[in-house]
């Protein structure tokens, strides 16, 4: 009670500090969507401005229109991200359900292997990685992108810990009631699962989404580019055609950013589970 | 209950569970054998070899001749030098930053979950747009520059100058770093009890002394882990690097980094055993700064 008058201070100082952090995080956002609006001119020519003064969709029309591969490398990124993100939550479940709940032979050893898979830095496995796809003819392809990312050790290790600590008893009921492994897992756990997977889903929808250094090493046909990769070819083919490039990153951020909008509330549980609790 | 009795009355032989379980682990234990198991063990094989990509592939043993040629290349150095003055830099600031927009946020302050939400924008965007934007941003007659130049201060050539280039990445990953971290640290800050302030309240301890004495010491397990996936992250940089300089790590090495030099060893010079070299070169250096890091936080148990 006695702080009200210094406290009234300080709030306000809190809020301009926020409001310019707010503007510091939206600019470059803003920048480059005010970009993807304007003739190419403006953006060369002349002051700085926010709101475009000859707006246009052109920069859109040409990418999706004039750029053939656009439209391919959009597909191919949501092929991937898609399968990698329904393998990962089905196989993921899988693999922490089995370490948690089920009895067999050779449990422990495969947990402490999971854990030690956590500590390997990627770069160690990228170029073997890459050497073993090469050899079973899996470069260049859906599956060379797919296949290896279709599980995670960190998110069996979420997934495990999730069904440690869930109630025992209603698996405990449904064999009772005679269903099987299977059964139970299909159509108990997973329904009761569904946070665990939301979070997990998300973030690893945006690991593939985003992804840059495994594509760039597993694919080299431009027919097979993800966009990150066909962003990066646009950097060389538009060099200073800002007003294209900034539109076809806004098209590659828009499902991202759908994707964390609608989702905004698992995001944040997930980023702070495997921060907090891993 | 049930489970255990059974298992109690016929400890060895459960076929039925065993198959289940190996069923349910059976394409985890596939992909982790094949795509992470088996290319370490064959990262140790490349390491020792001399490896001809050509049509075929063809290995001839050179012992430790790739490990002891690491000491004896230049850029080799020169990607650690970066990396290591890109993780001093950028693991500090990120790590500060996100506390104090945690600690901002937590305070009482309106809509704290619009601001979360505001704040968080740059994470989730992919680094090759963030980073095309900011090439954007700091051509030499971009936004920065013309912002720099409107309130007086030095404009800089960001991207060719390799003085300057390599601060310009660290500006845009502290930024599009920083906002996960917070997120972290909130939910940290939301674990604390109320009453621990409440009692420093009335033992009159101020803002600022509860701030020193009870949520710094509290958050210390919390900033051992951003620390330490801030310092593995930002070993890691490539992306950023990549983008930033064509693959080439120029302005004259100036945004070359220990993975953008592993992976021009792999597709420039095609040499896959020196690359392995490289690879191991940095796991143990993460590897070591993890191990006393954790020293120095004292045991904690992540």
Redesign the interface.
């Given at each position: 009670m006695t702080k009200i008058a210094g406290f009234s201070w300080l709030k306000a100082l809190?809020?301009v500090?926020?409001t310019l952090?707010?503007i510091?995080?939206?600019?470059?956002?803003l920048?480059?969507l005010s970009?993807s609006f304007k003739p190419l001119a403006e953006i060369?020519g002349g002051?700085?401005n926010f709101l475009p003064k000859n707006f246009t969709l052109d920069n859109y029309k040409q990418i999706f229109l004039q750029e053939p591969l656009f439209w391919r490398w959009l597909f191919n990124s949501v092929v991937i991200a898609v399968s990698v993100t329904l393998l990962n939550l089905l196989?993921?479940s899988?693999?922490g359900?089995?370490?948690a709940r089920?009895?067999?032979?050779g449990?422990r050893f495969?947990f402490f292997?999971?854990l030690t898979?956590l500590?390997?830095?990627?770069?160690?496995?990228?170029?073997?990685?890459?050497?073993?796809l090469k050899?079973i003819g899996w470069l260049n392809s859906y599956q060379g992108m797919i296949?290896?990312s279709?599980?995670n050790?960190t998110f069996?290790f979420m997934m495990r810990q999730f069904f440690v600590n869930f109630p025992k008893e209603l698996e405990?009921a449904a064999?009772?009631d005679g269903l099987?492994?299977?059964g139970i897992?299909r159509h108990i756990v997973l329904p009761l699962a569904k946070p665990a997977l939301a979070a997990q889903a998300v973030f690893v929808f945006?690991g593939s989404?985003?992804n840059?250094?495994l594509p760039?090493?597993i694919l080299f046909d431009p027919e097979m580019f993800t966009?990150?990769l066909g962003?990066?070819t646009f950097?060389?083919q538009y060099i200073s055609y800002?007003n294209y490039?900034?539109a076809a990153?806004m098209v590659?951020?828009l499902p991202?950013?759908g994707i964390?909008?609608f989702f905004?509330r698992y995001?944040?549980q997930s980023?702070?589970f495997t921060?907090?609790k891993? | 209950m049930f489970e255990i009795n059974r298992r109690r009355s016929n400890p060895r032989l459960n076929i039925t569970e065993d198959l289940a379980g190996y069923m349910f682990m059976m394409p985890t234990i596939l992909v982790l054998g094949t795509f992470v198991v088996l290319p370490i063990l064959y990262a140790v094989f490349l390491s020792l070899q001399k490896v001809q990509l050509l049509g075929g592939i063809e290995y001839e043993f050179i012992g430790f001749r790739n490990f002891t040629r690491l000491a004896e290349d230049e850029r080799v150095w020169i990607a650690l030098r970066n990396t290591a003055a890109y993780v001093a830099i950028v693991v500090p600031t990120q790590t500060v930053l996100a506390l104090i927009l945690a600690v901002t946020l937590n305070s009482g302050i309106r809509g704290k979950n619009w601001w979360r939400i505001l704040y968080f924008l740059p994470t989730v965007t992919s680094s090759t747009v963030l980073t095309l934007i900011f090439i954007w941003i700091y051509n030499t007659d971009g936004l920065l520059n013309d912002f720099l130049a409107f309130v007086g201060l030095p404009t800089y050539n960001w991207l060719g100058d390799p003085a300057v280039a390599l601060k310009g990445i660290m500006i845009m990953n502290i930024w599009s770093t920083a906002p996960f971290f917070m997120v972290i640290y909130l939910a940290a800050l939301q674990d604390i009890p109320q009453t621990l302030y409440e009692a420093a309240e009335l033992d009159g301890a101020n803002e600022w002394q509860q701030f020193i004495y009870i949520t710094l010491p509290l958050l210390k397990p919390v900033t051992f882990f951003v620390v330490a996936v801030g310092v593995i992250g930002t070993f890691q940089l490539f992306d950023q690097s990549y983008i930033f300089s064509g693959g080439t790590g120029g302005p004259n090495n100036a945004t070359l980094t220990v993975v953008l030099l592993i992976y021009q060893a792999v597709f420039r010079n095609l040499q896959m055993g020196y690359a392995a070299a490289i690879a191991f070169l940095l796991a143990a250096v993460i590897i070591a700064i993890t191990l006393i890091q954790r020293r120095l936080f004292g045991g904690e148990r992540i």
């Open positions: 809190l809020y500090l926020l952090y707010a510091v995080t939206l600019i470059p956002f920048w480059a970009a060369v002051k700085p196989l993921n899988m693999a359900y089995a370490l089920l009895r067999f032979v449990k495969w292997l999971i898979v500590a390997v830095p990627a770069q160690i496995t990228l170029i073997p990685t890459f050497l073993i050899a296949v290896p279709m599980v050790a069996i405990e064999q009772l099987n492994t299977f897992f945006m989404w985003n840059f250094l760039i090493v966009l990150p962003l990066n950097k060389g800002w490039i900034m990153s590659f951020t991202a950013l964390y909008a905004n995001f944040i980023v702070t921060g907090g891993g | -």
